[in-house]
């Protein structure tokens, strides 16, 4: 575990009686603080919602720690009739309390890593509040806060909060080889706290580019949903660059030369036009056809939604001029078969932010979809073939499109016999053509 590093004599640095510190006492939590009293455990706030309130902002989640063992919190809740959902949290050492059936809170015993292997550690319990916080990652994660306002810092983590610095507690290679991760989560904590893109400790920047190869260890959906984070933050472009910069690229999906200057264009762009991209759509600037965006997906296990996003951007991101300019993306829209007009309605909207084309957009959010008039049963008797049917609607929108949606379904059931023609010829053409094929695979 290497050296401890160094710490203060006394803990407490400050007594808070702020508006966010009070905002967290619910009468939940001070059920569940009079429950730790009356049995002399202690119960302290840890890690992210200390910061987040050091920093005047309300948390949105809240973490706690405490000196009782997990059994111990057991048979204090089984005794005080206290329901605990969430069992599989136990083996890290987190009991998770569901008070008054309104409010869960999630409750850990002090720990120490007595194994790590850069993912994931094996724990033992412990006593002692400075052994946990040295575990932590960041000295700003690293603090506590009791319920009567007093915060304790081992690490020095108030300082850095005061003067914007995001370090590591103690040895910078020992805190990243416990679990990787902590690379990503570096790069997000900076853009929380810090207001420039350009003040890192260069030490820990050296720490982090010896230690990037070990991302490979860790999961794509672990990766994914920091690097997110990173992107719907604070300086998302200076941050990934430096990522990168840091040799991260062909561990987190990226192609070799991933295409930084377009990202950086994109970003700036959608920026300058008050946009916020999603994510993946940022990601994608950096790649150049739809087998990067395969390998990205293999790489951090993306929802559907992304993925399908993904190709949809990648496919479709180079300019199409057009005389009527709104006519290649409602092509977009109605010709899929795939996906519901809503989703395609989304993915274009994408498209048109990330291509910078805000007229275009306006046009487009004010486009309401037509009813198209024509319906596959209304085809049964007109089309012999019916596995053609769906490409004979398809040809059928095509012509409604190009008239400005204008046509009736009696006008446009008259385009039917020649459409058919068309298709089953070429169905039939393929059909001999298979054939032949075949023949010479005998």
Not at 43 to 58: E, H, Q, S, Y
Not at 125 to 145: E, Q, V
């Amino acid at each position: 575990m290497g050296d401890a590093p160094s710490s203060r004599a006394d803990p407490v640095v400050i007594k808070l009686d702020s508006p966010e510190f009070r905002s967290v006492f619910t009468s939940e939590l001070q059920s569940l603080a009079g429950l730790f009293k009356k049995y002399n455990y202690e119960l302290r706030i840890a890690g992210g919602a200390v910061r987040d309130i050091l920093m005047g902002k309300r948390p949105k989640d809240l973490d706690f720690a405490t000196d009782a063992t997990p059994q111990q919190m057991k048979e204090m809740f089984t005794r005080e009739e206290v329901r605990m959902i969430n069992e599989k949290g136990e083996k890290h050492g987190t009991i998770t309390a569901r008070i008054n059936d309104k409010e869960n809170f999630e409750i850990t015993t002090l720990r120490i890593d007595i194994l790590t292997d850069g993912r994931h550690a094996q724990v033992e319990f412990t006593k002692d509040w400075k052994l946990d916080a040295n575990r932590r990652d960041l000295t700003i994660n690293s603090m506590f806060l009791d319920l009567d306002g007093r915060v304790y810092d081992y690490f020095y983590g108030y300082d850095d909060l005061k003067n914007k610095r995001v370090v590591f507690v103690g040895d910078t290679s020992i805190r990243i080889r416990e679990d990787y991760l902590r690379i990503l989560r570096y790069f997000r904590f900076y853009g929380r706290i810090m207001d420039s893109p350009d003040q890192h400790d260069e030490a820990t920047i050296e720490a982090l580019k010896e230690n990037i190869d070990g991302l490979q260890q860790i999961s794509g959906e672990r990766i994914w949903s920091e690097w997110n984070k990173i992107l719907t933050g604070n300086f998302a472009l200076e941050l990934t660059l430096k990522l990168l910069e840091c040799g991260s690229g062909r561990h987190i999906g990226l192609p070799e030369q991933p295409d930084v200057e377009n990202f950086r264009n994109v970003y700036q762009r959608a920026q300058s036009n008050n946009v916020t991209l999603k994510p993946i759509s940022l990601i994608v600037s950096m790649l150049k056809d739809e087998y990067e965006v395969i390998k990205l997906h293999e790489r951090l296990k993306l929802s559907n939604s992304d993925r399908d996003l993904a190709l949809f951007l990648v496919q479709h991101k180079e300019h199409k001029p057009c005389e009527k300019s709104l006519k290649p993306y409602q092509q977009l829209v109605l010709l899929q078969q795939t996906k519901r007009y809503d989703v395609l309605q989304d993915y274009v909207k994408e498209l048109l932010r990330y291509r910078g084309a805000m007229q275009l957009l306006n046009e487009f959010e004010q486009w309401a979809i037509p009813k198209f008039p024509i319906s596959g049963n209304m085809l049964m008797e007109h089309v012999p073939m019916k596995k053609i049917i769906g490409s004979v609607l398809i040809e059928l929108k095509r012509i409604w499109i190009d008239a400005d949606f204008k046509l009736t379904g009696e006008q446009l059931m008259e385009h039917v016999p020649s459409i058919v023609s068309e298709l089953e010829e070429k169905y039939q053409t393929l059909h001999k053509e298979r054939k032949k094929k075949l023949k010479k695979m005998k």
